[in-house]
């Protein structure tokens, strides 16, 4: 395929593998959408919308708890240039998904990212600040929370959604031999960008209940300026000033070919690492066969807010 553009949707599930199964199976049923979400601009919104569809049926948002922040049942559905594409044309294709899920589906969608109509909603975390629960509260109340399109007041269920367009992202996380979440979050907070840390890296620190351990999760905005042996650096620095040792790590959906290093520290520790990860490689599969690929959600939640 000359075009292909990369799909991220964030969705508020990481315990039941079978909802994750299901909103994947509506999202394959898009011809030659791609593991984990990859297919051609004139594909990539009708995918988008049966994974949305799907997801605001199956998860119930007045009964979620979770660690992250979050808007709604799919929390962020960004799109990404891969190939042949410009970040303008996934502009317009998230704006034609967000129109399309405000009025087929009745829930408010905040544009974010280079895809925002407001310049106080480019960040996602002003967009997503106190997260749903706030959100239910101003939605009606506050003009400055009113939705880019669809309806004043969050959907029963499926809470909201923010849709974006931006570059790739690398969501890394490294686990902490620890069960205290305060080493997580003072780590975290010690190499973010927005503390003075690493540029272009968000971070926040996770407990991992099923784990009995810690986790620093990053997003790598920029990762030809932080890359990730720079960031597992960061966090084993800090880590050793309170004494605590790196578990393991994870590359969380694909990274770019040019962005691993075999040879760095933290490659012997990625979990569930395969070929599969690379992102050429995927395309590869998408040019290599007309069949659908399946999609899959991420093992953890990709894009976060600080």
């Known amino acids: 395929m000359s075009q292909l553009v990369e799909c991220v949707p964030n969705f508020s599930e990481g315990r039941r593998p079978d909802i994750v199964a299901r909103i994947a199976a509506a999202i394959a049923k898009v011809d030659t959408a791609c593991i984990p979400f990859v297919a051609s601009p004139e594909q990539i919104v009708s995918a988008a919308f049966n994974a949305v569809s799907t997801a605001s049926q199956l998860i119930d948002m007045t009964t979620h708890r979770g660690e992250h922040p979050r808007l709604g049942a799919t929390d962020v559905l960004p799109f990404v240039p891969v190939k042949g594409v410009t970040i303008e044309e996934c502009v317009a294709l998230a704006h034609e998904a967000g129109r399309r899920i405000a009025s087929e589906l009745s829930i408010p969608v ?13 960040n996602l975390e002003d967009v997503r600040r106190g997260a749903l629960e706030l959100l239910r509260e101003q939605i009606t109340t506050n003009p400055e929370r009113a939705p880019d399109v669809g309806p004043a007041e969050v959907h029963d ?73 720079e960031a597992y650096r960061a966090v084993q620095g800090e880590a050793a000033k309170v004494g605590v040792e790196i578990a393991n790590a994870e590359i969380v959906g694909l990274v770019p070919r040019n962005a691993l290093d075999r040879d760095a520290e933290y490659f012997p520790k990625l979990e569930k690492f395969s070929e599969a990860k690379i992102l050429e490689n995927q395309i590869e599969a998408c040019s290599e066969t007309d069949q659908p690929q399946g999609a899959k959600g991420p093992e953890s939640l990709e894009e976060f807010t600080s």
């Open 110 to 122: 905040y544009f974010y990212e280079r895809a925002a109509l407001r310049s106080n909603r480019v």
């Open 157 to 229: 269920t499926a809470g909201a959604i923010a849709v974006g367009a931006r570059p790739f992202l690398i969501a890394f996380n490294v686990v902490l031999r620890s069960t205290d979440i305060q080493v997580a979050r003072q780590v975290a907070k010690a190499i973010r960008a927005r503390s003075g840390g690493l540029p272009f890296l968000k971070a926040l620190g996770f407990q991992l209940h099923t784990r009995s351990l810690v986790q620093v999760s990053m997003n790598l905005v920029n990762y030809e300026a932080t890359g990730m042996t």
